[in-house]
């Protein structure tokens, strides 16, 4: 997508114009601290662009859009930088940078938070767990606040609250006419529509005003079981849930185990299944509610208990720090066969190195009460969203770890349901962009037309403006 654009040179004296008009940081080629900039958590991207500039505050934001477009110069825009495609860099053009924009305030009598763009998840967490209460997010504390959002976002409290665009009550963007506008459901709705789900498309969002929910501590962790009961487990992970309460989540995957505490000894490096839970019900309920996880076999490791939800939700980020190799391939599935569950546990076996991973995350229970043309997310009925992820510190590995991703999603792709979720995807060209999408694809395009004409803002899983 981005090898085919020619740039224009950026010529210092208008780069010293921009200067002038910004309070925050501007990072050229050959300046201390380029290298480090440019840097995005995927370790697979070495992009090098023209200008990277970090905003303060919405003004830089709206002075950066309008020297993008004055000066034809490609713009990605940066949130969390998590992107697996890594459509947050782009090499010769400009890189709007949020991350200095960390604004958060939390309002515990109307339960909402406004957030701004530059945030991470677990800064969220750490503003509103204080007063009780949570923003539907992912699994992992460090990924942006602004991609997750404008994919769709779904995580430990989707059964219960839905995605994390369901959470959503209005957003602040710097539109690709450098104006700045607001958008719900009373002002720009064709816009507010297109953001939940459309990805990066339409402006750079500079804020989000989200609905919180109480949410504190929860009954929550991993199961283990061995290999030689992984088809078992899969198909009564797969019964469980389809019977389970909104207040039980768990994510299904096939891991290799850490070598390190707190898992047994044995257990290190050993591939294994497992699920990761998340019960929000109430406490005196939870043994309960997972005797028949502990009944289905006991599982070879667990530590399930009481934990604060901020807890859970960076259980993970040590294991998947920044920098390392990323290859991943997703699907939308709706059901989960004994034939499919038998190509799982056939590719679930053959993790090639320490980190790779198979995840199926839960998109139902109060996400499914949101119509497929409500938002633009178009797949409301699809049951998980699946992920074939590659993932290695050493990029001696990146081929082993790809083709371990691609050949399992070649396999599992006829038991999905078409399409991806876009935040999911490599760059997989416009036809997979348009299957995440289906019917909702042309209203996209429209909206796209009317906001962004000229496709200021293609560094993304770009939706071209209708003709
Ligand atoms: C370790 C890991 C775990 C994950 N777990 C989950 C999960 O549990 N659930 C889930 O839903 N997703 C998950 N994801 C996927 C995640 O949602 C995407 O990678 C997402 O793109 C990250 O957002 P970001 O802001 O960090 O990314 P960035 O790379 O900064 O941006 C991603 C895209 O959004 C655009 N963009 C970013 N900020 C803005 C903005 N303010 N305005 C306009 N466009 C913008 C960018 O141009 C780019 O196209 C995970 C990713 C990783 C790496």
Redesign the pocket.
Known sequence: MQEDITFGVLEESVVAELRAQMRGELIQPGEEGYDEARK???GMIDRRPALIVYCADVADVMSAVNFARENDVLV??????????????VDGGLVID?SQMKGIRVDPVTRTVRVD??C?WNEVDHATHAFGLAVP????S??????????????YLTRKYG??IDSLISAD?VLADGSFVTASEEENEDLFWAIRGG????????SFLFRAHPVSTVYAGPTLWHMDQAADAMRFYRDFMANASEDMYGFFAFLKVPPGPPFPEELHTKTMCAVVWCYTGPAEEAEEAFRPVREFGPPAFELLGPMPLPALNSM?DPL?PPGLQ?YWKGDFVNELSDEAIALHVEHGSKIPTLLPTM?M?PIDGAAHRVGKNDTAFSYREAKW?A?YAGIDPDPANKEAISAWAREYWEALHPYSAGGA?V??MMEEGPERVRATYRENYDRLAAIKHRYDPNNF?R???NIEPAV
Not at 137 to 140: A, I, L, V, W
Not at 147 to 154: F, I, N, P, V, Y
Not at 199 to 206: A, E, K, L, R, S
């Open positions: 995005v958590y995927n990605a825009v940066r949130g969390g930088g998590h992107n697996g495609a890594g459509l947050s860099v949020l763009g530059g991470v997010c992912g699994f992992n460090t990924t942006g606040v602004s991609g997750l959002t404008l994919g769709g976002g779904h995580g995605l994390t963007l990805g990066g498309n339409f402006g750079v969002i500079t993970f998947i990323w995840h995350y969203s992920v979720y935040n999911f803002f560094v993304n899983q």
